[in-house]
Nanobody, 114 residues
Framework: QVQLVESGGGLVQAGGSLRLSCAAS???????MGWHRQAPGKQREFVASITRGGFTNYAVSVKGRFTISRDYANNTIYLQMNSLNPEDTAAYYC?????????WGQGTQVTVSS
């Protein structure tokens, strides 16, 4: 079972940037990976994904502002978040899409102040 550890969250002003990291306990080269987020009182939602081959997909709300990438050598994926706004405030979770259910990290909080 892969273990995922997110880092890089924090408090940032609107218009600012953050870079999230997700380190895996084992090779993730054979997995598609992604980021999801959950705001208080809302369901967890898809943010971005990246396939084993490096193809990316984004939610409409973050396209053009967020960039997902992966470091195959270090079993890590990243989420570069630019032009943040208060609606991006949420706990961000890394996911490894394995089988029918993804493996999740513990989450990292992102708070954007206006």
């Amino acid at each position: 079972q892969v273990q995922l550890v997110e880092s890089g969250g924090g408090l940032v002003q609107a218009g600012g940037s953050l870079r999230l990291s997700c380190a895996a306990s084992m090779s993730i080269n054979s997995f598609n990976m992604g980021w999801h987020r959950q705001a208080p009182g809302k369901q967890r939602e898809f943010v971005a994904s990246i396939t084993r081959g490096g193809f990316t997909n984004y939610a409409v709300s973050v396209k053009g502002r967020f960039t997902i990438s992966r470091d195959y050598a270090n079993n890590t994926i990243y989420l570069q978040m630019n032009s943040l706004n208060p609606e991006d405030t949420a706990a961000y979770y890394c996911a490894a899409y394995i089988g029918t259910l993804p493996a999740w990290g513990q989450g990292t909080q992102v708070t954007v102040s206006s």
